[in-house]
């Protein structure tokens, strides 16, 4: 089946730092990638959608300049947390449909982001 | 946006116990599907259903779209340990778009 993995698995930053999530695609090309959230105990709320070689589409409510997403590849998506603070910290997730897909999202294992 | 309520928000069964759950919505949906959770990791796609009045099967889970479009329901039969877990619907209008419910969390004691 499709494999979608996401590296790295947890980080732990401090304030003011930038990180970077790689999604990846292991087994299949996928024209889209999302990116979800998930605080403790709570759903999964879409962040951005990724479309490879063009620019993200934003949720409401989520800054496109603190959250960078770079879709160059059909198999590679990144979110990049610039200036990162503990408010911040959160389960990252992100999915990836596979091209000739209709509808099924394949998630990645997550991220786990803290920020000191 | 579309709202998914989903419930119940969590579960206490003993092993060998049915368990059911499900998802209404104010607006209809294409796509209603059924993801497993596990502490740490991604959703995991159980039951997919695209077409309304749609009844899935996979192994012990069982999941219909309603007639309406505007709900789901997912059963699961003979609970094992391994069940435990989050269990979330979600529902899909077009291509890009996913919401999902707050979850239902799953506890089988042996």
């Known amino acids: 089946g499709a494999v979608v993995s996401q590296h790295p698995s947890w980080v732990i930053c401090k304030s003011g730092t930038s990180v970077k999530i790689e999604c990846r695609s292991l087994?299949?090309?996928?024209?889209?990638m999302f990116w979800y959230r998930q605080f403790p105990k709570q759903s999964l709320m879409l962040m951005a959608t990724?479309?490879?070689?063009?620019?993200?589409?934003?949720e409401q409510g989520v800054e496109k300049d603190k959250f960078l997403i770079n879709h160059a590849s059909l198999t590679l998506s990144t979110l990049t947390v610039t200036s990162a603070h503990p408010e911040d910290s959160s389960f990252y997730i992100c999915?990836?449909?596979?091209?000739?897909?209709?509808?099924?999202?394949?998630f990645g294992p997550g991220t786990r982001l803290t920020v000191l | 946006g579309q709202q998914l309520n989903q419930s119940p928000q969590s579960m206490f069964i003993q092993e060998g116990e049915d368990v059911s759950m499900n998802c209404t919505s104010s607006s209809i949906f294409n796509t209603w599907l059924w993801y497993k959770q596990d502490p740490g990791e991604g959703p995991v796609l159980l039951i997919a259903?695209?077409?309304?009045?749609e009844l899935t099967s996979n192994g012990r889970l069982t999941a219909q779209f309603g007639i309406t479009r505007k709900d789901s329901f997912l059963n699961i039969s003979a609970s094992i340990p391994s069940d435990v877990g989050i269990y979330f619907c979600?529902?899909?209008?077009?291509?890009?778009?996913?919401?999902f419910g707050a979850g239902t969390r799953l506890t089988v004691k042996p």
């Open positions: 259903l695209y077409k309304a009045g």
């Open positions: 087994d299949f090309q996928a024209t889209t």
């Open positions: 990724s479309n490879e070689g063009s620019k993200a589409t934003y």
């Open positions: 999915s990836a449909r596979e091209t000739s897909s209709y509808n099924e999202q394949f």
């Open positions: 979600a529902g899909q209008l077009g291509n890009n778009d996913m919401r």
